[in-house]
């Protein structure tokens, strides 16, 4: 199974600030790495796919980089909306798997 | 709009079975895979399986296989999650989401899940 790191675990941030969020898979999966939004009690949110491709709807200040095992989240300036848990998962082969999680929360 | 809706969650104890329903509305269902993925209490997202479009193609989770049994009617535009010899590590939400399948290359395919139930709650508990 292809094993899913992500850094931090938790990140404190303030309005406007620049987050980064990093990804990692246990061997490569060329570009097959989506990134997800969770707020609590929610379901999670689509935000990129392919490693960069923004889904539909999503703000312009997300954006997603990497390829092979290493990955980028970046959110060029943060959102009130935007303090959630960001998840990554790739679906270069079944089992499917999700990183642990990066918790952005309020400075 | 599109949307899911998961429903059959409940209380039930170890050993015990419960069947999961995704009701789907606002787009072809028959167009698109499947899939099912739960979060245990406090815990991170585990994907459980997934289901091809004509339901001739199925994955699970190794936690979950020889248990679990994803099924879908495209007549009834619905998913389903046959849940049987549930544990106590088993206790999750549980949500259904939409498989979307793009090509990549003429071998390879980017599967990414673009719309997601609001999730349904399975509790294991003697």
């Known amino acids: 199974d292809i094993q899913m790191t992500q850094s931090p675990s938790s990140l404190s941030a303030s309005v406007g600030d620049r987050v980064t969020i990093t990804c990692r898979a246990s061997q490569s999966i060329s570009s097959y790495l989506n990134w997800y939004q969770q707020k609590p009690g929610k379901a999670p949110k689509l935000l990129i796919y392919a490693a960069s491709s923004l889904q539909s709807g999503v703000p312009s200040r997300f954006s997603g980089s990497g390829s092979g095992t290493d990955f980028t989240l970046t959110i060029s300036s943060l959102q009130p909306e935007d303090f959630a848990t960001y998840y990554c998962?790739?679906?270069?082969?079944?089992?499917?798997?999700f990183g642990p999680g990066t918790k952005v929360d309020i400075k | 709009q599109v949307q899911l809706v998961e429903s059959g969650g409940g209380l039930v104890k170890p050993g015990g079975s419960l069947r999961l329903s995704c009701a789907a509305s606002?787009?072809?269902?028959?167009?698109?895979?499947m899939s099912w993925i739960r979060q245990a209490p406090g815990k991170g997202l585990e994907w459980v399986s997934y289901?091809?479009?004509?339901?001739?193609?199925?994955y699970y989770a190794d936690s979950v296989k020889g248990r679990f049994t994803i099924s879908r009617d495209n007549a009834k535009n619905s998913l389903y999650l046959q849940m049987n010899s549930l544990r106590a590590e088993d206790t999750a939400v549980y949500y259904c989401?939409?498989?979307?399948?793009?090509?990549?290359?003429?071998?390879?395919?980017?599967?990414?899940?673009?719309?997601w139930g609001k999730g349904t709650t399975v509790t294991v508990s003697s």
């Open positions: 989401a939409r498989v979307k399948v793009v090509a990549a290359t003429p071998y390879y395919y980017y599967y990414y899940m673009d719309v």
């Open positions: 289901i091809s479009s004509s339901g001739s193609t199925i």
């Open positions: 606002g787009f072809t269902f028959s167009d698109y895979y």
């Open positions: 998962q790739q679906s270069y082969s079944t089992p499917w798997t």
